[in-house]
């Protein structure tokens, strides 16, 4: 499948070409806190946050995989989040680092393996252009849809 990613203004796509089946949809995780009141029975809402989430990118390499491989490596050689961008999911950008190793197996012409992204913040963020118009009465106001 000849998907498009871009990490840190590289497309891994020259590289690895992403299995079928690949989504980067997927939540954070949740944690809604309660707050406990006496001796009363349940709890009241506070607030929820939420966690990071992973996204598991299975891939595989044909021809010269050492090759692809090193490349890969390289492009993913980063010390903070970057900028990753999915096709498909242009108008949005996930600030992620890759986890853990490549899970990479080398089979002659061929290999395969699994970028774990990280996204620390645990969402997207919309990259659209947002323009702010005064209305009839002069006030601003923004539509913002991140």
Known sequence: ????????????????????????????????????????????????????????MPFTVTGDTRESYDALSAALNVKE????????????????????????DEFSCFGEGTINWVIPAGVSYSIKDTEALPNANGEIIIDYQG
């Open 81 to 104: 989040p970057k900028e990753l961008i999915f096709e498909g999911l242009e108008d949005r950008v996930f600030y992620a680092i890759p986890s853990d190793d490549l899970d990479f």
């Open 1 to 56: 499948m000849n998907y498009s990613v871009k990490y840190n203004g590289i497309e891994l796509g020259d590289y690895i070409d992403i299995l079928e089946g690949f989504t980067p949809f997927g939540g954070a995780s949740w944690f809604p806190e309660l707050l406990e009141i006496g001796c009363s029975l349940g709890g009241r809402f506070k607030t929820t946050r939420y966690g990071a989430k992973t996204i598991p």
